[in-house]
């Protein structure tokens, strides 16, 4: 089991008998288990579904987006809630604009 490490420190490992065995056993190369984050899940459909038919409510919409963008469930929705209140920031000043 010794042979699988490199024990005298030599840095050319094509001179050693064990340098098949280098790559598999770094230091680096360590395995990190990783477990899903609860924020991190996959928004269904369903869900999206009732997203946008919360967006068509007038006054609903804006303390929708709100919410997602200040407090999201999860990356997705933040990220779409960050996106829409920029939309609706651009689309109010492009509305003033036109008619003022």
């Not at 579904?49 to 963008?69: D, E, G, K």
Request: aromatic letters at 14%; proline letters at 4%.
């Amino acid at each position: 089991m010794s042979n699988l490490y490199n024990t005298d420190h030599n840095t050319n490992f094509k001179h050693t008998n064990n340098y098949k065995y280098q790559s598999r056993f770094r230091k680096n190369d360590v395995r990190r288990d990783t477990y899903p984050n609860d924020e991190d899940y996959a928004v269904g459909i369903g869900m999206w579904l009732v997203i946008l038919a919360c967006m068509t409510i007038p006054v609903v919409n804006i303390v929708f987006i709100i919410f997602l963008a200040v407090a999201p469930p999860n990356k997705t929705l933040g990220n779409f809630g960050k996106a829409s209140l920029i939309l609706f920031g651009i689309a109010f000043f492009l509305t003033l604009l036109l008619n003022a």
